[in-house]
Structures are given as structure tokens and as C-alpha cells.
């Protein structure tokens, strides 16, 4: 198991990665409420699917996740994300994306 965290605007960014016998699995949960918002996967070479639960935006976050790791690993990779700040301005926003990216980063590193 792989642990990573990142604090942002005071609450913490959790990721947790599974590397599996034939595959990973992440969840990626952080913010005010944690939650299932979006699950993307995808295979090595094919584009990210994706399910995007109604009222979220996390697919911005699974979808590029999924189809990086699965490149990295060589491997299936399945993604679940829920981060929700209360009250997010666009500049957060950015900013909770620009965060979600170095930690992927940092896990292909670790993988």
C-alpha cells in the first residue's frame, strides 16, 4: 500500500493506492466532506472510462489519474475520487487541481 497527503486550506488531500497482482486501485478523498464523486479506469493504451456521480466534478481528477497510471504501471488502473471544499473559489479550485496533479506525480514515482 501507498499513503500520500498533502494539506490544502488547512484539511488534508488523502491518497491510498492498492498496487494489486494484475492491476492498482487509488482512492483519492480530502476537504471538508469526503465522498464518492467520480470512479474512472482505464487500460494501457485505451482512454479512461469513466462514472460521474450527479453534482460532482471529481472526473476532472479520476479521468486524468486512470489513464496516467495505468501508462505507468503497464497495468488496469481504477480510480475513485471525492474532495469537496465548502465554498471553493475558481483560484482553489486550480488550486485542489494543481495539488491532485503533484501527488499523482508523486505516486507514478512510487509505482
Not at 493506492?17 to 482512492?27: C, N, P, Q
Not at 462514472?51 to 497510471?69: C, N, Q, R, S, V
Not at 501508462?71 to 479550485?93: K, L, M, N, S, W
Amino acid at each position: 500500500m501507498i499513503y500520500l497527503e498533502k494539506t490544502l486550506y488547512g484539511r488534508l488531500v488523502r491518497v491510498t493506492a492498492h498496487r494489486l497482482d494484475e492491476g492498482i486501485h487509488v482512492l483519492i478523498t480530502g476537504g471538508d466532506r469526503t465522498h464518492v464523486g467520480a470512479v474512472s479506469w482505464a487500460e494501457p493504451g485505451l482512454p479512461p472510462e469513466t462514472k460521474l456521480f450527479p453534482g460532482h466534478k471529481d472526473h476532472f481528477i479520476t479521468e486524468k489519474w486512470a489513464g496516467k497510471l495505468a501508462q505507468t504501471a503497464g497495468a488496469r488502473a481504477v480510480v475513485v475520487c471525492g474532495i469537496h471544499y465548502d465554498g471553493a473559489e475558481p483560484e482553489q479550485i486550480r488550486e485542489i487541481l494543481r495539488t491532485s496533479e503533484e501527488l499523482l506525480e508523486e505516486l507514478c514515482r512510487e509505482i
